[in-house]
């Protein structure tokens, strides 16, 4: 049975689509998904499912959070191999993981919208698409950088959810029990 990581984007951040894990472990739980848990208060929910259907887990995933907590939330999905891909691709390995994130994307950018790209880098800051990740390298932390999760949503015309370094390596242990 395959273990899926789901990423809920934008659930608890400023006390907006607020949810308790206990709450979304239960959820998750009553759709029949086996060895639930929860990581942090930022969406991260490590389940085994029978289906390996990505696209009809994040259908069924979404349309329950709809209807329990009455707000919509996008569902993105990775398996625990694409954690370990993820892991072993970094791009930037002498970064320190505070200074590193990955921003998971919803589905593959258009050629288009990839090549039309004109991310707001400042000076040291760094990324690389690879695949339906981002990878981020922001050595003076992210929280003044330009290169956010809602820029390369608009410019490449997809949904994304960002996780710390930490965090992807903290999912990908989990996903490994």
């Known amino acids: 049975m395959p ?15 607020q949810i308790r894990m206990a709450d979304l472990k239960a959820l998750y739980e009553s ?3 086996s060895a639930v848990a929860t990581y942090v208060q930022s969406g991260n929910v490590l389940f085994d499912a029978d289906s390996a259907d990505s696209a009809e887990l994040i259908a069924r995933i979404e349309a329950a959070i709809a209807q329990r907590f009455g707000f919509d939330v996008t ?4 398996t625990a191999d694409d954690l370990r891909r993820i892991l072993d691709n970094n791009p930037f390995p002498a970064a320190q993981a505070t200074q590193l994130h990955v921003l998971f ?14 991310v707001p880098a400042a000076e040291g800051e760094a990324w690389l698409l690879a695949g339906q990740e981002i990878y981020l390298h922001y050595p003076n932390g992210s929280g003044r950088s330009k290169m956010t ?3 390369f949503e608009r410019a490449l015309g ?3 959810s960002a996780r710390n370094w930490n965090s992807v390596n903290a999912l990908h242990n989990l996903a490994h029990r």
């Open 3 to 17: 273990t899926h990581i789901s990423l809920l984007r934008g659930i608890n951040v400023g006390g907006n689509k």
């Open 149 to 151: 999760g809602a820029f």
């Open 31 to 33: 759709l029949d998904f």
């Open 105 to 118: 994307l919803s589905a593959l950018p258009a050629p288009a919208a990839i090549a039309a790209l004109n």
């Open 158 to 160: 997809v949904a994304a």
């Open 75 to 78: 569902v993105l999905l990775r």
